[in-house]
């Protein structure tokens, strides 16, 4: 099985930064690729970045240009550098590990960013 952890959330204000952390445990070689996603009170989840095996990174466009993807493999753990903080980035930010058989999941990081 796989684990996922994260870490890094809080409370900043806008114009802040802060960066989250996913530690990954048990069988990761079965990953195909790291995601952030994020999801706000009555909204659905979306995707904030990815990253791949092969090192290609994906974002959306509400975050390009403030937000970097990144993972240390010595570690085991992907981040989510998270720059220039606004309010509609509030939202609980979650960890996901793409598998040929299915998506694992962290428990969340609350990421609240205050005007």
């Known amino acids: 099985q796989v684990q996922l952890v994260e870490s890094g959330g809080g409370l900043v204000q806008a114009g802040g930064s802060l960066r989250l952390s996913c530690l990954a445990s048990?069988?990761?070689?079965?990953?195909?690729?790291m995601g952030w996603y994020r999801q706000a009170p009555g909204k659905q989840r979306e995707l904030v970045a990815v990253i791949t095996t092969g090192g290609s990174r994906n974002y959306a466009d509400s975050v390009k240009g403030r937000f970097t993807i990144s993972r240390d493999n010595a570690k085991n753990t992907v981040y989510l550098q998270m720059n220039s903080l606004k309010p509609e980035d509030t939202a609980v930010y979650y960890c996901n590990g793409r598998r040929g058989w299915g998506d694992v999941w962290g428990q969340g990081t609350q990421v609240t960013v205050s005007s």
């Open positions: 048990g069988n990761i070689l079965s990953i195909n690729a």
